[in-house]
């Protein structure tokens, strides 16, 4: 019944901004963290950031740090991953994810979204 849903995902040159989101639905996510994790090809998948589904802070790996944010809409039940000045190594499938502080694991996840930047 629980379900995140990316999408937003596609092709992009380097230099170029995407805007990816995440659709949840199935249960009130009040006291969770939402997470963006991607996976580049051959590699294991990597966290990339996170949002309070109540609260302001949000926290990035220093990868993206600058580039990336994450926002929410409450309203809506979606949260969202701008990225701006892609590079070609942000070349991965994008997931988002739930979890209940403090986590252990993520309890939800998404099916995923491809992104792939050229150079």
């Known amino acids: 019944q629980v379900q995140l849903v990316e999408s937003g995902g596609g092709l992009v040159q380097a230099g170029g901004s995407l805007r990816l989101s995440c659709a949840a639905s199935?249960?009130?996510?009040?006291?969770?963290?939402m997470a963006w994790f991607r996976q580049p090809p051959g590699k294991e998948r990597e966290f990339v950031g996170s949002?309070?589904?109540?609260?302001?802070?949000?926290y990035y790996v220093d990868s993206v740090k600058g580039r990336f944010t994450i926002s929410r809409d409450n309203a809506e039940n979606t949260v969202y991953l701008q990225m701006n000045s892609l590079k070609p190594e942000d070349t991965a499938v994008y997931y988002c994810?739930?979890?209940?502080?403090?986590?252990?694991?993520?309890?939800?996840w998404g099916q995923g979204t491809q992104v792939t930047v050229s150079s």
């Open positions: 949002i309070r589904w109540s609260g302001d802070s949000t």
């Open positions: 994810a739930a979890g209940r502080p403090p986590i252990l694991s993520y309890e939800y």
């Open positions: 199935g249960r009130t996510f009040s006291g969770y963290l």
